[in-house]
């Protein structure tokens, strides 16, 4: 009898706590355990990043493929010296260029220390220089222009700040040529572009007139991305003397008529 009343009281012994617990566990709210977690790593960023939002569908995909737009001012060996030099207006250009395909192929970054010339061969390395405050820079020539009568370079907005030619819009320039990837005086392929006209109208009757004088010259209207319309003739095998020769028999009275190299 005794031994069964001991027993009993073991066993109720343990029960208790037990019995506490449970109850303590089912009242109030229940609490969620604290986790600490680690911020993430930092992302890896480049010397100078693009900005997103001046980054194109057109840009996503070449990113995809590998493709980085060079920021950078181009670099040219020391003791370059110039091949030719010449002097005239620059101007800049920006939006609605921005973001697309120049003449070299190239997505047009305005970010990216490069220039329009209407006749350097595409990829030329140039010194410019403002002749007014001194400043000087090197950029490559990616792209065609400008087609302004009396107008010898068209820089990126990078270019523009860099040379102070951003807030006046235009400024007297040298440009040095230091680096070509083709001769300058001989070869190429050329063309002639006239323009620009305020109607579609005027830009297709000037290229059927000059289709049905130039009978083995292509002729193209197109628009521009500033909304006025442009014409362009390639002569016969692109030689450099027929395309000189269309500019110099060439008259309209709208827009101006322009000797450009195509490569």
Known sequence: ?????SLCLSNLAILIPVLAILLLGGCGHSRQAHVNVPPPPPAASSAEPVPAEDISPNDHEKLKEGYS????????????????????????YGPP??????????????HAMTAAHRTLPLGSIVRVTNLKTGHTALVRITDRGPFIPGRILDLSLA?????????????????????????????????????????????????????????????????????????????????????????????????????????
């Open 69 to 92: 737009p060079n920021l950078a001012e181009p670099a040219i060996p020391a003791g370059t010296t110039p091949l030719t030099t010449q002097t005239g207006l620059a101007s800049w």
């Open 1 to 5: 009898m005794n031994s069964s009343r």
């Open 159 to 263: 270019a523009a700040r860099r040379l102070d030619v951003y807030l006046p819009g235009t400024a007297e320039v040298k440009i040095e040529v230091m680096r070509t990837p083709a001769p300058l005086d001989i070869g190429g392929k050329w063309a002639v572009q006239i323009g620009g006209f305020r109607s579609e109208h005027e830009a297709t009757k000037l290229a059927s007139r000059l289709e049905h004088r130039y009978r083995t010259a292509k002729v193209l209207s197109f628009p521009s991305p500033t909304g006025d319309w442009w014409v362009r003739v390639r002569v016969l095998d692109d030689q450099r003397s027929r395309a000189q020769q269309l500019v110099a028999e060439t008259k309209t009275p709208e827009g101006a008529v322009f000797l450009v190299r195509l490569d």
């Open 97 to 110: 260029y921005h973001n697309r395909v120049g003449a070299n192929g190239e997505v047009y970054n305005m």
